[in-house]
């Protein structure tokens, strides 16, 4: 590649990534805070901690108590305990716009979460396990789990008898006040009739759910009806029996968790949160090193291990599980940001899909007589950067500028500054023209934007294929010269002439102007992947006979089971069906390859004929992926043989390479002996 080509390669460089730049600053700016009002009861909170601040739990105070299994005593029963199974309690519920949530007074918990509104119309359907079935049924997030009974969404943390609060009667108290917006219930516990627990306190749990929202609040209030002041350490259980829609194994469905800091008011998001099926391996390989150290274990760990946090001022403030569509979490209060949280993880007992969370929040003093209060909040909704921004809804301190907040977790990794753009202009199209028109001018789009950096790469691989016809036979001259010679000063000569004949046609020893624009799309392409799968708008997006862009098309009406076997690569959720579309595209690749030019230099044909088993097998790792993934590899492959004919067309004119058109002239010295036969 000359010094003009390396310049203005690099300059269309440099414009890509400050369009991405740009694109990532203004048109997916941090949100602003919101005004903070004056209005009692809303002042901004300080950003020192409270002098009386409680350092973080012991492991001790919030061991999970399901490992409780002795039943209450008479004189437990009298105050309230008394297990209830899950189909004899009573359940309300709360619905909106977007959700129905289903709290039972079995324990005052979250049972089920289905995508219905309030008018029973299916908000969001279940995407089927085999891409074939249409979806039908209305989308469960949150649902029962036979592998934990006794353990649900919202459920209580807080001492050894939470097996037995948590499973007990909770009773609805009537008489508690309304919110303003939206709708709300409150549980009591002990009910009236059984008094308060045998410390003299009374727990009422309320949880609301907002108007246009994703988002529960729920309020933890202690009342003290004793004559002393009583310490309390209270947690909630996070989300459990997260439905996996869309795929079950995905690596999407992960653990996510947020930290924030004491010293930078800032929120840290973890991206190596493992996923859910890895997640029983780490609790136990961090227990048998507690237990190698001495140290006591139990069925779960603390998150700041799972996590490795080890710096002092950083404590969790979100806690759940994120899907390739879908999160769903328990959050601490944003507006009271400078409490120091806990929390761990439980995996659950015969699964490797499915475990649990908490939060825990530092210990709380409730003086005599009196009470005090936890607020949290739990949202439940796509993984989209909007939605989670509408759900934030805090007022940060005065002084604070919080440029992360919750929709770090809709985050795409290290790719979204390029996602982002990406599904942001997808997602603009798609409202114009629709999903299967906006892949195609998205394609179109990004292909346009990258074709000066395919000339360079096809006019530099043209020049490099011309300039070695000519040095060519001055290489064989050398190698033949050298040839049985394996001393290292022979070998040394050999390559300094090699060098000096490739010096003399500006040839250098390896065609990285053709491989080099390959290599900076490479970052592109991934960031398109990233889009193309969490772009929530392609989900069960239809388009000509296809009913969901995001899954494997499945043309022909036929599928087969195969499980989760070595072949289960070309498979969804272990369902093998007969996709056109990647198929279309391995043809697509092998044309597109044999229309290219057969280069004279063996070392380059060789390299050419090993590229020519790299499509297909692309082809395959990709069959069983989304069908609208699919469909932007067939048009930029079509694009790519247009692109190429007019690439050669232009070489052609400039003179970079001969037009086979025109047959060379034969002079009279190198006729073979037949044209000068009578």
């Known amino acids: 590649m000359n010094r003009k080509d390396m310049i203005q390669m690099i300059t269309v460089i440099a414009v890509l990534v400050v369009g991405f730049f740009l694109a990532q600053r203004f048109l997916f700016p941090a949100p602003k805070a919101p005004p903070v009002s004056n209005a009692p009861g809303n002042e901004a909170p300080s950003n020192q901690p409270p002098a009386n601040t409680a350092e973080p739990p012991k492991v001790t105070d919030t061991t999970p108590s399901t490992q409780v299994t002795s039943k209450p005593t008479a004189a437990d029963e009298a105050r309230g305990f008394k ?34 509104d309030a008018d029973g119309k299916p908000v969001y359907l279940h995407t089927p396990d085999n891409p074939e079935d249409p979806p039908e049924k209305a989308l469960e997030l949150i649902r029962p789990l036979d592998e934990a009974p006794d353990l649900s969404p919202l459920a209580l943390v807080l001492d050894k008898n939470d097996l037995w609060r948590n499973t007990s009667r909770w009773e609805l108290d009537e008489s508690a006040p309304k919110p303003d917006k939206g709708s709300s219930l409150t549980f009591r516990f002990p009910p009236r009739s059984n008094g308060s627990e045998s410390d003299g306190t009374v727990i009422y749990k309320t949880i609301t759910l907002l108007p246009g929202s994703y988002r529960l609040d729920i309020s933890v209030r202690v009342e003290n009806q004793g004559d002393t002041a ?14 996996n829609d869309s795929a079950r194994n995905s690596a999407e469905h992960t653990r996510v968790a947020l930290y924030a800091s004491t010293e930078s008011k800032r929120f840290v998001q973890f991206e190596d ?9 780490e609790v136990k390989d961090i227990n048998e090193e507690l237990a190698e150290e001495g140290l006591e274990t139990f069925e779960w760990v603390d998150a700041r291990k799972l996590d490795d946090v080890d710096q002092e001022d950083r404590f ?14 328990i959050a601490a209060d944003p507006e009271n940001r400078d409490q120091r949280w806990s929390g761990q993880v439980l995996p659950l007992k015969n699964t490797d899909q499915h475990s649990a969370l908490s939060l825990v929040a ?25 939605l989670l921004e509408a759900a934030w809804m805090a007022n940060p301190p005065a002084d604070e500028d919080i440029k992360i907040q919750w929709n770090e977790l809709a985050t795409s990794g290290f790719f979204d500054v390029i996602a982002a753009p990406l599904i942001w202009l997808l997602g603009l199209l798609t409202r114009l023209v629709g999903p299967g028109f906006a892949i195609i001018l998205l394609t179109l789009i990004v292909r346009f934007a990258l074709s000066p950096l395919s000339y360079r790469g096809q006019k530099s691989m043209a020049t490099y294929t011309a300039k070695m016809k000519i040095v060519k036979p001055k290489l064989d001259a050398i190698k033949e010269k050298y040839e049985g010679r394996k001393d290292q000063q022979s070998q040394l000569k050999m390559l300094t002439e090699t060098r000096a004949a490739m010096k003399e046609q500006n040839v250098g020893m390896l065609p990285l102007g053709g491989c080099l624009p390959m290599l900076i799309q490479l970052p592109i392409f991934i960031g398109l992947y990233r889009a193309f799968g969490n772009a929530f708008f392609l989900r069960q997006a239809e388009f000509l006979w296809i009913h969901d862009l995001s899954l494997p098309d499945a043309t022909i009406p036929f599928s087969t089971y195969i499980g989760e076997g070595w072949l289960s690569f070309l498979a969804h959720n272990g369902w093998l069906t007969i996709n056109l579309l990647p198929i279309l595209w391995i043809v697509l690749s092998v044309l597109q390859f044999k229309l290219q030019p057969k280069p004279d230099d063996p070392q380059q044909a060789a ?4 590229m020519a088993f790299i499509f297909p097998l692309m082809g395959l790792m990709f069959y069983g992926f989304a069908s609208g993934f699919s469909f932007y590899f067939i048009i930029s492959s079509l694009y790519s043989i247009a692109e190429s004919k007019l690439v050669k067309h232009s070489l052609i004119k400039q003179g970079v390479i001969p037009d086979p058109k025109l047959k060379p002239k034969v002079d009279d010295a190198t006729k073979p002996d037949y044209h000068g036969a009578s």
């Open 83 to 116: 297990p209830i199974s899950r189909d004899k309690a009573a359940v309300h519920k709360l619905a909106n716009e977007y959700l129905t949530a289903e709290i039972s007074e079995r324990g005052a918990v979250l049972q089920r979460l289905v995508y219905v």
């Open 230 to 243: 009583v310490d309390k350490v209270l947690g909630l259980w996070g989300p459990v029996g997260m439905t």
């Open 607 to 610: 390299m050419q004929k090993n």
């Open 362 to 386: 530092p210990k709380l003093t409730v003086p005599a007589r009196e009470s005090a209060s936890i607020n949290m909040r739990f949202y439940a909704g796509p993984r989209e950067k909007k």
């Open 316 to 329: 969790l403030v979100v806690h759940g599980f994120r899907t390739q569509y879908f999160l769903a979490f």
């Open 273 to 281: 949160a493992p996923p859910v099926r890895s997640i029983p391996s």
